[in-house]
C-alpha cells in the first residue's frame, strides 16, 4: 500500500511544495535500487514522468522538481513552483507486483 | 518520436468482451515491457497489468485476474488487452504505457482509450 499527503494543496506561484509518499513496506530492492517513481497528470492529459527510483528526474524534466527518501518515506519537493504545476501528483512503488500508486495529490496554482 | 496509439474501446453490456489495441511506434517496442494503466471517472490511476518484453512473464492486478488477458504481437508492434466478464467497475479511461526498464520506469504514455461497462 502506498499512501500520499496532502491529498490536495494549493500553493502560490514562486513557493514550494512538498508532498510525501509512504508505503507500507521498503521498496529497497536486493539490486540495491529503491524502486519509487513520481508522475504528473495534468488536466486532460495523460501522466507523465517525473522521477524514477527516487531521486533521478526523466530527460526534459525541470530541476525545480526533486525527490527524496529510502526505504519507506519519500517526498517530491517542487522549488519555485509555476503555473504549468498545476495538477495531480502520483507516487508509485514497482518493487513487487502488483504495481501500487498512491491516491493522487491535486496541485493546485493560486 | 515515440508514440503509443491505443483503439478498441467503447460501450459494452455487463458480462460482455472487448480487446484493446496499442500500436507502437518510434522506439523498439521488441525490447520494452508494456503495461496497461486505467483510471476510473475522476479517480485516480490503478495498474493493471504487465507483459515482459518477450511475453514471457505477466501479471495482473487482483482486480483484473481471470478476466482479462494481456499480450503482444511484437512483429506489429502492438499490444492487446483481451477483457471478458466485464463489469461496471471496469468504465475507465485504459492507458497503454512503455516501461523503460521493466521496473517501472513508465518513460512512455499513450492518449487512452474509453471503455463503458453498462446496460
Known amino acids: 500500500v502506498v499512501t500520499q499527503t496532502p491529498r490536495s494543496l494549493s500553493v502560490t506561484p514562486g513557493q514550494s511544495a512538498s508532498i510525501s509518499c509512504k508505503s507500507s513496506?521498503?521498496?529497497?530492492?536486493?539490486?540495491?535500487?529503491?524502486?519509487l517513481y513520481w508522475y504528473l497528470q495534468k488536466p486532460g492529459q495523460p501522466p507523465q514522468p517525473l522521477i524514477y527510483?527516487?531521486?533521478n528526474r526523466f530527460s526534459g524534466v525541470p530541476d525545480r522538481f526533486s525527490g527524496s527518501g529510502s526505504g519507506t518515506d519519500f517526498t517530491l519537493k517542487i522549488s519555485r513552483v509555476e503555473a504549468e504545476d498545476a495538477g495531480v501528483y502520483y507516487c508509485?512503488?514497482?518493487?513487487?507486483?502488483?504495481?501500487?500508486f498512491g491516491q493522487g495529490t491535486r496541485v493546485e496554482i493560486k | 518520436e515515440m508514440q503509443l496509439l491505443e483503439y478498441g474501446g467503447s460501450l459494452v453490456q455487463p458480462g460482455g468482451s472487448l480487446t484493446l489495441s496499442c500500436a507502437a511506434s518510434?522506439?523498439?517496442?521488441?525490447?520494452?515491457?508494456m503495461n496497461w494503466v486505467r483510471q476510473a471517472p475522476g479517480k485516480g490511476l490503478e495498474w493493471v497489468s504487465v507483459?515482459?518484453?518477450?511475453?514471457?512473464?505477466?501479471h495482473y492486478a487482483d482486480s483484473v485476474k481471470g478476466r482479462f488477458t494481456i499480450s503482444r504481437d511484437n512483429s506489429k508492434n502492438i499490444l492487446y488487452l483481451q477483457m471478458k466478464s466485464l463489469r461496471a467497475e471496469d468504465t475507465a479511461l485504459y492507458y497503454c504505457?512503455?516501461?523503460?526498464?521493466?521496473?517501472?520506469?513508465?518513460?512512455?504514455w499513450g492518449q487512452g482509450t474509453v471503455v463503458t461497462v453498462s446496460s
Open positions: 513496506q521498503s521498496l529497497l530492492n536486493s539490486d540495491g535500487k529503491t524502486y
Open positions: 504505457v512503455k516501461d523503460a526498464t521493466g521496473w517501472g520506469k513508465f518513460d512512455l
Open positions: 508509485m512503488q514497482s518493487i513487487l507486483f502488483p504495481r501500487a
Open positions: 527510483e527516487v531521486s
Open positions: 518510434g522506439f523498439t517496442f521488441s525490447s520494452s515491457s
Open positions: 507483459v515482459s518484453y518477450n511475453s514471457d512473464t505477466t
